[in-house]
């Protein structure tokens, strides 16, 4: 069964060495990029990879601080060719361009061999969410991970909903010279536009998104819209995406688009999908907070963990600190280490100091669920 965090220490940290240890076996057995047994270039077509300039100088959706004081490089890149669509959809392939952003150790001493690529989320209206990697970074730049966001997502690139006019939350509507000649020919080819990313960063042609790395192991992640497993199934001729609304990831897991192995495994956090596959296409480990947790767990199955973690709220302080929604115009200066360090120390009280209206649902320093969720999912 699935373990439950409030059961007892030794089941909970007994579920996260077990998914580490498939994931250990798994990067030891894994290959690196010329091994015939992975991936190869044809499976998908690289994308045509070109840095990105202009507009107000710098990504949207990137991290708060300046990562060049902690030994990181952050590179943002457009990527474009040609997508096409997976059943239950059956659309003709379609020109798209996205970008995605890079963050990679400077030293490649630092360099783990792992990169973990989020499947940026878009939240309510279009604008997109580095929902995982801005909870994660700290702990991603301390073990020398290179990790990335991708824009997938029709809704945060233009989110015009069939109108033709974007939303003023899209990329596009944001910063309108940064990321002017974006476009996305819908939600149905977002499963190709992230295969194709990946395919960019494991087995790159032309402009390679890490530089010098070589990535030997993808883990591919997302913060998934909704605990709610009573949704509508996926219908294209509804204006319902493959995915439906339990998340993308969800539905990629199930798509003929895993299928090429480009992601080695997966960290699926918040939703479980609508109903459970029978076989998953690597390690996968479902990060369930208290908006998703069920009566009946659901069983873990090979390769397959699911970690219900009891009392963990669907966003914390240090979430709710990190996600903060962009405004049209120049971003915000980036913080200092030493800037950085103290918003750290000053968002990691859960508990130590007196705290007046603790139970508030909307997180702040001062207010919000003390409980600490970005531990469970750096944990997972």
Known sequence: MAQRA???MHKRYSTVIAAMALAALAACSSSNSNDPGGAQAGNVPNPTVTPVTGGYGRAIDGLRFDVEQYGYEE????????????PPSTQPPAQ???????????????????TVVEWAHVSVGAFELNAELVIQASMLVDRGFAFALVSAHEAGI??????GVCDPSSLRMLDPDRYGSLMHPGEDYGFDIFNQALQAIKYPSGTAPLGGLNTRFIIAEGFQPTGNRSVPIPDPDAGRPPYGSAGPLNGYIKSPASEVGLADAFLLDSAGPVVEPEEYPGLVL?????TAIQRVAPPNRPNHITWEVTGSPHVDR???DNIVRPAPGEPPRLLSREEEEVRRRAYDNYGQLPDEGASACLPTRTLGTLYPRRYSLNAA
């Open 6 to 8: 409030g059961s007892t």
């Open 75 to 86: 590179r943002e890149y457009f990527f474009e060719g040609t997508a096409i669509t997976y």
């Open 96 to 114: 798209y361009r996205s970008r995605m952003i890079v963050w990679t150790p400077r030293d490649p001493a630092h360099f783990n061999g792992t």
């Open 158 to 163: 233009c989110g015009s909903g069939g109108s």
């Open 286 to 290: 479902h990060h369930l907070d208290e």
């Open 318 to 320: 240090w979430g709710a």
